[in-house]
């Protein structure tokens, strides 16, 4: 049973720059509200002032006193900004402020034009802030007349003089049909009782032109995922404004398309995938918009005509644990699902000068599932308000209420959750999530959690576009981020992204082949032509592989991955290139920050703790470093070990950015294959936060712990005696170990003390029409097994015959057995 909670303010307010405070001014009739009469029947309610009613809350919040920190201080600070941007406004041809020029002499779609377009946005989202310094209480602003007065006069100059429906769009579509409408109707309810009728009506008609309903007419192009409900709320917003039902109600109705479960191109996949731009993962960046987007648009219209009764709304529902849950961690979200985000550290722009990274990024998801929660059911709010506490407890390195680019309205709602004596903090939960649709998979123990992020014929290497993200090139060539519970949560945080050595991703195999800024493309048009990418996972370990081909090089790997208790075993075969340049595999790279020295140990000897040191490490059994984990290389390895201090700038890696020289420190070790290698291989396993003294034990261990059965362009398979299992990524039909197949699948069996096993298998080129599989034990029956599978008995065999695989996509089938 759903029950009705009352609504609050939106978490994440993109138009505003995260700028929103927290209580709407007080004293003040909203439009169409009148005070009560005596023995008098009330009026009818409008329904438009009722709806502009709900959306002002959301955009400005409630439920917080804005004497109390950190609300005090916020309000305090927008209206310093507010006065800043107040002094330096100064309307004239082309532009509102100086720095901020949006007439283009030569409109088109070139990165300039991009440029103009985006300060045309940037006029609107400084006006909402002044607007928002005059509603809110405690900005030193409050009912300012004279800062009225400016809202008013920048409106009608952006009016004027280009935002109207005279105007030929140029530069970026998003600008026109999304940035500034969003902001400009806000704005309109913000000031709607200071606007004029004709005012109104000129802005709707320029919403109107930009934004038709043609806009929300297919559910194809730049009409999808994120960036349709983001529309859906530029035509929501014009009806409320202009009091036109029939917008509000399109606007319901075009949400419906986003809600259905997707095989392909943008959307939410069954297996918890997200993808906007056709090929790109990105749960943590649009994934975002649509959450919060959603979250919004149910708030709004709930308890009115035009509330979403679409049951399919459910799937959205689902997906908070399915889909976002897994990728959230202590309060930040997996880099590997951002996209182009991941290049937005200090921006030009951002007159605040914050930095934006994995844990900013997943601040204002935490406050979307709040707001999301409230129209859930009882059940599923209550659920999602533990985790929302859980997350926000544990993020040590960046704590949501100190979170300065978070907007007041996702301070106050996540405020609510702390205070909430009646939920409990939901710890992280262990296991293993794939999702095939999107070439991710990520891995939860006690005490760390990693990610790994592939490509394949579907998904792309990277994105790239609007001068973003530029030398993301091989972030889909098998990266593996980990994090730990209480450590090494700002590894990929703290200047990373333009620190870091791109050729040298941690867990990658790469070319180092020199790529040009943006190679492959822009909006992740660059695609491998490969088909085995996925594995097979029981929900607690998982056996994943990635046929690699590198990006604009001859590059070509397995690389495979056994998620397992306390370890990663990692093995990559058939490693071959003919570019004349050096391939490299690459263990870890790990991030010291800004001056960092982290013992680093290697087979008990300690190494030098300065910068810049290197050494080859030959025959290595394990290495340790010190506040993050242990290596150990399964019969010995030549590693290649370096420290070194990298310099970059955010303006490197993104033309918005910085140019700020910002340097830190690393710890990387990589197994160097040469030039032009053939058949060149790896092992190593990777122990997150494991002791020296634990790393040391676990090498010594040596084959009574870990055995390699495979480790070829074939086939790559482990045995792990104490846990009981086998696993297998067949490339191609084969035998390792007790296990046969004729065709390529992943294979993962778990034998456990009670007598029973588990055979998990999966097809992860998505195109087998039948398997067979044969497993070199006794058993004495199958206890379960898909419709879709044949058992039979041969001997001291297991034969398994699959049926048509591809309908599955990737998906692991689960047979379980009592052993004889």
Known sequence: MRTRHPWSRRAFLLTSGGSAAALAATGLLLAGEAPAVAQEAPEAEDPYAALRATWRTLILGEGFSPTAEPFKTRLAELGSLAKELRASMAPAEGSLWPDAPYHDPEPDTDQESYGYSANMVTGYTRLLTLAQAYAQPGTGLTGDAGLKADVLAGLDHLCTQIYNERQARFGNWWSWQIGAPQALLDLCVLMYDALSAEQIAAYCAAVDHFVPDSAVGSYTGTSTGANRVDLCRVLALRGVVGGKAAKIAL??????????YVSSGDGLYV?????????????????????????????????????????????????????????????????????????????????????????????????????????ASDAENARWRGLVKGWMRRDYYSPPMQDLSLGLTSLARLKAVEDDASVAAVPEPAGHRLFPGMARATHRRPGWAAAISMADRRITYYETGNGENLHGWHTGNGMLYWWGDTFANGQYSDAFWPTVDPYRLPGTTTSRKVLADGAGGDWGVALPDVEWVGGSTDGKRAALGQHLKGLQSTLSARKSWFCLDDEIVCLGAGISSADGAAVESVVDNRNLGSAGTAPFTVDGAAQPTEAPWSATLSDARWAHLDGHGGYVFPGGATVRALREQRTGTW???????????????????????????KDADYAYVLLPGASTRRTAARAAAGRARLRILANSGSQQGIWVPPIGLTGVNFWAGGTVGPLTADAPCSVLVTERSDGTATLCVSDPTRARNGLTLTWRRPVRAVTSAPDTVTAAQTGSSLKLTFGDLSAAAGATQKITVRLG
């Open 271 to 375: 297996d918890g995938s997200f993808i906007q731009h056709t090929t790109v993962p990105y749960t943590g960046s649009y994934g975002s918009v649509l959450l919060g987007g959603l979250g919004m648009l149910f708030a709004l219209l709930a308890d009115s005509e035009w509330e979403v009764q679409d049951p399919k709304k459910q799937i959205v529902f689902d997906a908070v644990e399915k889909a976002w849950a897994p990728f959230l961690f202590n309060g930040l979200i997996m880099d590997g699902v951002a996209g182009r985000a991941i290049s937005r550290g200090l921006a030009v722009a951002d007159v605040k000068k914050i930095q934006a990274d994995d844990h900013r990024r997943g601040h204002p998801i935490l406050a979307a599932i709040a707001l999301l929660g409230q129209g």
């Open 651 to 677: 303006r490197d890696i993104n033309k918005g950015g910085t140019t700020t020289e910002l340097t830190r420190a690393y710890l990387t070790m990589y197994v160097d294959h040469g030039s032009d290698p």
């Open 251 to 260: 606007a319901r109705d075009a949400l419906s398309p986003v809600f259905p």
